[in-house]
């Protein structure tokens, strides 16, 4: 009964915001999601952001569930909804980048079945946001998740993660890397370079004046649910192929989102070391190394995912900290109108929180 009130007072609170004419300032619902996805990935591409893979709550609460195939794409300049033609492979935990008008969808996982044994991918898959078609590229170099990824002048990075060993078809161990791949769209290859300094897993990395940004993440297994995590920051140069440590973060928290607005980082939702939620959204400035806080979103959620829409903030549903589900989309304007949104795209979908679900 209290599940069933609550959410008919989002879907009241729903309808006062998009009767509303004013959009100025502070966290606004905008719409709800069609499907209860968690574990996608995300990508925006045309004031349209596409929500890939993952698996739906609704149906399987308790975690588990098979993977999806869906792909939901969301329209905010009409505040409506569509599907898109399905990804090829269904997946749980994959990442996505962004080139041009095509979104990359690199590993996940699934399962033979509910109960069936976990299977990785290093699959990797674009979508033609124009054509509404998937074509296969060449597979990942190394089976890992969950990495981050990030894209400078045309190449897609995979960062850190968690290896995954697999022998004849059968799981042979795991360990956390600090291994960095690249990508090429134009010609479909992978290079190697320089390692991270920390190797970590379940980090954010953002795209900030064409260096990426490295931040948080598990770097190690067994100590603790808190004690496994880092707040490191380490910035990566691609033209000189180097690493810098920076100062860490003034704050612990793991599990978060990160999205880049105006050189601006914004770290979304996470957990303290009281396996508390923060109450504010952190901001960072790498030029000026300096850290400032936000609002939260009106619905504190886990496993939020996140995504940037010319200079709007959006969170898509979550976990609740009853571990119901919230489809609540909320918006943030940062009054930021980018010209062009080459690499300020980073999509993270909470893998960590989903993982906990199975």
Same mark, same amino acid.
């Given at each position: 009964?209290?599940?069933?009130?609550?959410?008919?007072?989002?879907?009241?609170?729903?309808?006062?915001?998009?009767?509303?004419?004013? /959009?100025?300032?502070?966290?606004?619902?905008?719409?709800?999601?069609?499907?209860?996805?968690?574990?996608?990935?995300?990508?925006?591409?045309?004031?349209?952001?596409?929500?890939?893979?993952?698996?739906?709550?609704?149906?399987?609460?308790?975690?588990?569930?098979?993977?999806?195939?869906?792909?939901?794409?969301?329209?905010?300049?009409?505040?409506?909804?569509?599907?898109?033609?399905?990804?090829?492979?269904?997946?749980i935990g994959p990442q996505t980048a962004v080139f041009s008008n095509q979104i990359y969808v690199f590993g996940g996982y699934d399962r033979k079945g509910r109960w069936g044994a976990t299977r990785y991918h290093t699959t990797v898959e674009m979508y033609d946001t124009q054509t509404d078609t998937w074509?296969?590229?060449?597979?990942?170099?190394?089976?890992?998740?969950?990495?981050?990824?990030?894209?400078?002048?045309?190449?897609?990075?995979?960062?850190?993660?968690?290896?995954?060993?697999?022998?004849?078809?059968?799981?042979?161990?795991?360990?956390?890397?600090?291994?960095?791949?690249?990508?090429?769209?134009?010609?479909?290859?992978?290079?190697?370079?320089?390692?991270?300094?920390?190797?970590?897993?379940?980090?954010?990395?953002?795209?900030?004046?064409?260096?990426?940004?490295?931040?948080?993440?598990?770097?190690?297994?067994?100590?603790?649910?808190?004690?496994?995590?880092?707040?490191?920051?380490?910035?990566?140069?691609?033209?000189?192929?180097?690493?810098?440590?920076?100062?860490?973060?003034?704050? /612990?928290?793991?599990?978060?989102?990160?999205?880049?607005?105006?050189?601006?980082?914004?770290?979304?939702?996470?957990?303290?070391?009281?396996?508390?939620?923060?109450?504010?959204?952190?901001?960072?400035?790498? #030029?000026?190394?300096?850290?400032?806080?936000?609002?939260?979103?009106?619905?504190?959620?886990?496993? #939020?995912?996140?995504?940037?829409?010319?200079?709007?903030?959006?969170?898509?549903?979550?976990?609740?900290?009853?571990?119901?589900?919230?489809?609540?989309?909320?918006? /943030?304007?940062?009054? /930021?109108?980018?010209?062009?949104?080459?690499?300020?795209?980073?999509?993270?979908?909470?893998?960590?929180?989903?993982?906990?679900?199975?």
């Amino acid at each position: 009964m209290l599940g069933k009130y609550r959410y008919l007072q989002w879907v009241f609170t729903l309808l006062f915001v998009v009767a509303s004419s004013s /959009f100025a300032g502070g966290w606004k619902p905008v719409t709800q999601l069609p499907t209860w996805r968690i574990g996608g990935a995300a990508a925006a591409v045309g004031g349209k952001i596409y929500l890939i893979g993952g698996f739906d709550h609704k149906t399987h609460v308790g975690g588990r569930g098979p993977a999806l195939s869906t792909v939901d794409v969301y329209d905010t300049r009409t505040n409506s909804w569509h599907a898109a033609a399905e990804i090829p492979t269904p997946r749980i935990g994959p990442q996505t980048a962004v080139f041009s008008n095509q979104i990359y969808v690199f590993g996940g996982y699934d399962r033979k079945g509910r109960w069936g044994a976990t299977r990785y991918h290093t699959t990797v898959e674009m979508y033609d946001t124009q054509t509404d078609t998937w074509v296969k590229k060449q597979d990942m170099l190394t089976l890992r998740m969950p990495f981050a990824t990030a894209v400078v002048d045309g190449k897609i990075y995979l960062i850190g993660g968690i290896r995954i060993e697999v022998k004849n078809g059968v799981f042979g161990g795991k360990a956390i890397t600090d291994l960095v791949e690249v990508y090429d769209p134009l010609t479909d290859r992978w290079e190697q370079r320089a390692d991270m300094p920390t190797a970590r897993s379940a980090g954010d990395a953002v795209v900030v004046d064409s260096k990426i940004y490295v931040l948080g993440g598990q770097a190690r297994f067994a100590r603790g649910l808190v004690d496994d995590y880092v707040t490191h920051i380490e910035e990566y140069n691609p033209k000189t192929d180097q690493w810098l440590q920076l100062r860490d973060m003034p704050m /612990f928290k793991f599990g978060f989102s990160t999205v880049a607005v105006d050189n601006e980082i914004y770290t979304i939702s996470g957990m303290n070391n009281a396996l508390q939620r923060p109450d504010a959204v952190d901001v960072y400035n790498p #030029t000026v190394d300096k850290w400032r806080e936000i609002e939260p979103p009106t619905i504190p959620t886990e496993a #939020t995912t996140v995504v940037v829409v010319n200079g709007t903030i959006y969170t898509l549903g979550g976990l609740l900290s009853d571990f119901g589900f919230s489809p609540i989309v909320e918006a /943030f304007d940062t009054g /930021f109108r980018a010209v062009t949104a080459r690499g300020k795209l980073l999509t993270h979908w909470g893998e960590l929180k989903a993982e906990r679900q199975r």
